[in-house]
């Protein structure tokens, strides 16, 4: 089985604050790794690590078992050897955002076809159909021709997924994707990624929502201080915690 | 019937306006629409151009390119556009090595000075604009596409400047305006546009309340189609940022 993504050894500090402390992960096809932790504790910086949004200081990312290869510039930062490998891999690594952003100019079908129009150059009907059986299986096909900024948050943020499935990637990520919804809206994006990581996609996701969690995740990963304080199955960790800070977090977010 | 018929069917007068001289200018006016219009839409096309590059100079991050793209805008944007207009036409012609070079044919010509100087007054005002439009552009909406494999050129045409430009808009259209209303400053280098025929009538028959009414009345509906123009350009662009009024 390929490895879908590998992660060793990663460092990322901004100025003199250290973020992620060196941390190694693996992920199969078809797992679905939750990333939780308190706020500041390096889990969206690491996601961000993974497609270049944020450049790490030190450590290797395979996609695919491909490595992303890194180099340093003229003042000795890290930075991407090849930016176009990098344009290449982040199609295989599509992202949904806490904020969506989705695409204010565009209609809600032009964000979904842009990427694979533009950068993957299928053709425009292709993309278009495409992209219609993406909008239903969000459940958003009837918003197709309007815009983003006229949607809720819930169906904006399905959009986004559409939108990222579109490229057609093999592991997506997802960015706290529930923490700028209306509770109310929750349950309608957790309903389409449930119904994601039943199809077998790769996911990682940092997210807040235990239940989700603890229902769907096949790795769960606590982050504490830019380290993996402790990570296994989603059985043992939530019912059998052995850190004591895995503990104090788990009972100040599985109240209620 | 005949404007002729019109004007003569008039009062003489009307509340101590010379209606039927008013009536008679009209025609004479109208013929300076074509050449405001003309310099409106040749300073506008290439003033465009030249902000578009300074813009991009000013954000390029080339401490070079930066300064000289400041140094441009707070020139042009400090001086009166008389005063510019004033420079190119008269100080131009001072220097030999212009009279020598292959520029003087249009140099010499008080239609390119005044294209020139709207044009290099527009395109400060203008890359300012697009400098706002561009740094307005939400940073997420560049990660995104960039998270789906867009960068560089593509990048720029296909997400940031489409937002820049629409973000842009209102403001542009507020420029648009402003440049009607400036090229009525050309007529003091000869150029016959509306205030300039205005100008050439009034010096005949001293009547300015009169003749300056009309050429007002010209600009006020120049500018309310430009104000439809980019109303339309609004509506059909941003649908998402109109309210229905």
């Known amino acids: 089985m390929i490895t879908a993504l590998k992660i060793k050894n990663l460092t990322k500090s901004f100025g003199s604050l250290d973020v992620i402390k060196g941390i190694s992960l693996t992920a199969n096809q078809g797992d679905v790794i939750c990333i939780i932790g308190s706020s500041g504790s390096g889990k969206s910086t690491l996601l961000r690590c993974i497609n270049l949004l944020e450049t790490p200081d030190s450590g290797d990312v395979w996609v695919n078992e491909e490595l992303i290869s890194m180099t340093k510039n003229k003042a000795g930062d890290p930075c991407p050897a090849d930016y176009k490998q990098v344009d290449r891999i982040r199609t295989k690594l599509a992202m949904v955002f806490q904020d969506f952003n989705l695409w204010t100019h565009m209609t809600v079908l032009q964000n979904v076809i842009e990427s694979p129009i533009h950068v993957q150059k299928i053709s425009k009907q292709n993309a278009i159909d495409r992209g219609y059986d993406l909008l239903k299986k969000v459940g958003i096909n009837e918003k197709a021709e309007q815009y983003p900024s006229s949607l809720s948050g819930g169906q904006q943020q399905r959009v986004a997924i559409a939108r990222a499935l579109a490229v057609n990637p093999d592991i997506l990520l997802f960015d706290e994707p529930t923490s700028s919804l209306d509770p109310e809206l929750v349950g309608e994006v957790l309903r389409v990624m449930k119904s994601l990581a039943k199809e077998g996609r790769t996911m990682i996701v940092v997210t807040h929502e235990m239940g989700f969690a603890k229902e769907v995740a096949s790795k769960v990963v606590f982050l504490h201080e830019g380290l993996i304080e402790e990570q296994g199955e989603a059985k043992e960790v939530f019912n059998s915690p052995k850190s004591e800070r895995l503990k104090q977090f788990l009972a100040s977010n599985l109240e209620g | ?245």
């Open chain 2, 1 to 245: 019937m005949s404007i002729d018929g019109i004007c003569i069917s008039l009062p003489k007068e009307y509340l101590g306006l010379k209606v039927q001289l008013m009536c008679d200018s009209l025609p004479k006016l109208l013929l300076g629409i074509p050449l405001t219009i003309e310099l409106v839409a040749i300073s506008l096309s290439i003033g465009f151009v030249l902000a578009m590059c300074i813009a991009l100079m000013r954000i390029s991050g080339s401490r070079l390119l930066n300064i000289v793209s400041r140094s441009y805008v707070f020139y042009f944007r400090g001086t009166p556009l008389l005063v510019q207009i004033f420079l190119i036409y008269y100080g131009l012609a001072q220097f030999d090595l212009i009279k020598e070079s292959f520029l003087w044919p249009f140099f010499r010509e008080a239609y390119w000075c005044g294209i020139l100087a709207l044009t290099l007054n527009t395109g400060a005002y203008t890359a300012e604009i697009i400098r706002g439009g561009l740094q307005s552009v939400p940073h997420g909406q560049i990660e995104s596409a960039r998270s789906m494999g867009m960068s560089g050129i593509l990048l720029y045409r296909r997400v940031i400047l489409p937002i820049a430009f629409r973000q842009a808009l209102p403001a542009y259209g507020n420029e648009m305006i402003l440049m009607v209303k400036g090229t009525s400053l050309v007529s003091t280098i000869t150029l016959m546009e509306i205030t300039g025929i205005a100008r050439h009538i009034i010096a005949k028959y001293w009547t300015p309340v009169e003749i300056f009414l009309i050429a007002g009345i010209i600009y006020l509906f120049i500018n309310y189609l430009v104000t439809r123009i980019v109303r339309y350009a609004e509506n059909r662009y941003t649908p998402y940022l109109q309210t229905n009024e």
